[in-house]
C-alpha cells in the first residue's frame, strides 16, 4: 500500500476576492498577483497599499 495523501499539498487557483471574498465575474482583475472581482475591488485594494506604503515612510522618517 502506499502511504501518499489523495491529494496533492500544493495551493490551488484563487477561488474568491482577495478584498471582499467574492465570486469572479468574466473578468477577474489582478494586482501584486492578488486575485481581485472587481474595478471598485481593484481600486479599493490600491487605496490600502498607497496608505500602507506612507504609513511606512512616516514610521521610517520619525
Known amino acids: 500500500m502506499c502511504d501518499k495523501p489523495e491529494h ?3 495551493p490551488s ?12 465575474g468574466l473578468i477577474r482583475y489582478y494586482s501584486w498577483r492578488a486575485p481581485l472581482c472587481s474595478r471598485k475591488c481593484l481600486d479599493r485594494f490600491r487605496a ?6 506612507r504609513w511606512l515612510f512616516r514610521s521610517q522618517a520619525a
Not at 487557483?13 to 469572479?24: D, E, I, Y
Not at 490600502?48 to 506604503?53: G, L, N, Q, V
Open 8 to 10: 496533492s499539498e500544493r
Open 48 to 53: 490600502r497599499r498607497e496608505r500602507d506604503r
Open 13 to 24: 487557483a484563487a477561488k474568491s476576492c482577495a478584498v471582499c471574498s467574492g465570486k469572479f
